[in-house]
């Protein structure tokens, strides 16, 4: 598959500074009917909801949005409370789908009643159609400096990019492709500036691990505000017909070297830590080993469906990479 980089596309990285994320909450006050949540019925008790701290006044004034606006659709309610709330990520982009998720999952909880849906969403991750490409498939074997110049790409604003990491990792990952919820940066690794030789995709990390939570040593709290500056290393995949020894440590060095730079440009914060699970069945983790990340542990095997402890899934080996040398400071409670 050949490739051509956008002109405009985001250039290396040379600084990795933080944005640390806070919870701001002014309010707004309409008179009206409300619905209160009982597991919030001591005055302003905060409960966490969406990574936002919610007290009995923010359901009080949700409450009242919506009795003085009964025409408004979800979508549009969620615009009203995100700005008003002026609930933005630190690049200044509205959250309005937080927002959206924070009512649905309030009134899951008896908290609020919201209008009825308008219209079924659907699976867009399910109903994606991924185009196939054409591969160029000629055995590439040799020394890492043999292969001549090589270029690492963010694409996740390329749509050209994008579709053909999709179809990389659709066709050639045995996890397939999934698309990245939330914050993402997917790589392209390429030669002569054209030809693709591997990918990467980064993502949301993973709410709860035991061992990594133990590792970075925050309280709940701190994880609820600070799990943004983590990214998970979702997917990592050489192409089945390239076979060039150091290759897989060489673009994830690369990579690490820009992604928090990458990351701040795109949403308005850095990345602290990055994190990756390797199935213990499957891999060894040696490209992981080779590229100096830490192993600090494994998966206990279950999922965070799990909630009756009956699924089993595969045990990963827990992999961390740190890209700040405070970054138990950054994550912790003491720097907000």
Known sequence: MVW?????????????????????????????????????AVPEETT?????AVTETDLEQIGQLIASHPQWSRWR???????????????????????????????QRGCLRLPARRRIPTNRMRARRIAPQLWDTRPLAGALEELGPLQVHEVSGDKQGREI??????????????????????????????RVLAGLLFGSAAWKCQDRDRF?????????????????????????????HGLGSWMLARVLRRLSADWQAKYG???????????QDRFRGTLYQAANWQRIGSTQGRTRQDRNLT?????????????VRNFRELLSDGMA
């Not at 699924?311 to 890209?323: A, E, F, G, M, W």
């Open 4 to 40: 051509k980089p956008r002109r405009d596309g985001t250039g290396s990285a040379d600084s990795s500074w933080f944005v640390l994320l806070s919870l701001p909450l002014p309010h707004f006050s309409l008179d009206s009917e409300i619905f209160v949540c009982h597991t919030l």
């Open 48 to 52: 966490i909801v969406q990574g936002r």
């Open 77 to 107: 309610l969620s615009r009203a409370l995100a700005t008003a709330w002026n609930w933005r990520n630190p690049a200044g982009q509205l959250k309005d789908i937080a927002a959206r998720s924070l009512l649905v999952k309030l009134e």
């Open 165 to 194: 990491l999709a179809a990389a990792l659709a066709e050639f990952h045995y996890l397939g492709y999934r698309s990245s919820v939330g914050e993402n940066a997917q790589y392209l690794v390429t030669q002569s500036g054209n």
């Open 216 to 244: 970075i040593g925050w309280s709940v709290a701190a994880r609820a505000r600070k799990l943004p500056l983590i990214t998970n290393n979702q997917r990592c995949l050489i192409l089945p017909w390239v076979r060039v």
């Open 269 to 279: 914060h850095g990345i602290a830590l990055v994190e990756t699970f390797v199935e």
């Open 311 to 323: 699924l089993r899934v595969p045990v990963k080996d827990i992999y961390v990479y740190p890209l």
